[in-house]
């Protein structure tokens, strides 16, 4: 059984920086694709990022490259997104998840419990 709890939401002003990490239990996290989805009331949960099992392949979705980065430490068992830049339309609850390489939220077998990020303008 894999537990993935997501920490470092908060609330900042746009234009402000926050840093979404996840730590995760199990033997797994080493060999599945990691990725951060969001979702705001009312909506569907949306891709934002996501790197492989080995670090060598990241995709995020248009309207966060250059702002965000998605990373992973294997020997600590946790992932990162750092969010720089942000704006009002990046207020949403993020969630990390372990699954296959894909944008589609099926193919993730593992999620957190997401974290609230609130971004003012």
């Known amino acids: 059984q894999v537990q993935l709890v997501e920490s470092g939401g908060g609330l900042v002003q746009a234009g402000g920086s926050l840093r979404l990490s996840c730590a995760a239990s199990?033997?797994?996290?080493?060999?599945?694709?990691m990725a951060w989805f969001r979702q705001t009331p009312g909506k569907e949960r949306q891709f934002v990022a996501i790197i492989s099992w080995n670090g060598l392949n990241i995709y995020y979705v248009d309207s966060v490259k250059g702002r965000f980065t998605i990373s992973r430490d294997n020997a600590e068992n946790k992932g990162y997104l750092q969010m720089n830049t942000l704006k009002p339309e990046d207020t949403a609850i993020y969630y990390c998840?372990?699954?296959?390489?894909?944008?589609?939220?099926?193919?993730?077998?593992?999620w957190g419990q997401g974290t609230q990020v609130t971004v003012s303008s």
């Open positions: 199990g033997r797994t996290f080493s060999s599945r694709s």
């Open positions: 998840a372990l699954g296959t390489y894909s944008s589609s939220e099926r193919d993730y077998d593992y």
